[in-house]
């Protein structure tokens, strides 16, 4: 009678050990998915970042989209604005920024 007893613990034993390594490796899948999954909304949202910015220089900019860049360089300021060769700039050209156009005379980093 003895057997019977310590038997049954022994078999619980083994199936409470069998339920933790199989939920252990679920676990590791899951998590694994997960973070594949993370990887996928980060690239996406990027994407669609670099979509978006990309639509904003072609479709909405006067200018080409390196001379929109440049322009974008320039609003750092009067030293930026010379580097990439668009200062000084009048109203309405690539480089004119009204802030950087102190006496509001229509010419930005003017020298």
């Known amino acids: 009678m003895t057997h019977g007893p310590s038997y049954g613990r022994q078999s619980e034993t ?12 679920n676990s590791k899948r899951l ?3 997960s973070e594949i999954s993370d990887r ?4 996406s ?18 200018w080409d989209v390196p001379t929109t860049l440049r ?12 580097v990439v060769h668009l ?5 309405g050209e690539p480089g004119y920024w009204s802030y950087l156009d102190p006496r509001h005379k229509g010419i930005a980093c003017a020298v």
Do not use: E, N, W
């Not at 050990?17 to 199989?22: G, I």
């Not at 996928?40 to 690239?43: D, F, R, V």
């Not at 200062?87 to 109203?91: G, L, N, Q, T, V």
């Open 40 to 43: 996928l909304k980060l690239i």
């Open 45 to 62: 949202t990027f994407v669609l970042i670099g979509l978006g910015l990309y639509l904003a220089l072609t479709q909405f900019s006067p």
């Open 31 to 33: 998590s694994a998915q």
């Open 14 to 25: 083994h199936d409470a050990q069998f339920l933790r390594q199989r939920l252990g490796a």
């Open 71 to 82: 322009h974008l360089a320039a609003s750092g300021g009067c030293d930026i604005a010379r």
């Open 87 to 91: 200062a000084p700039a009048r109203r």
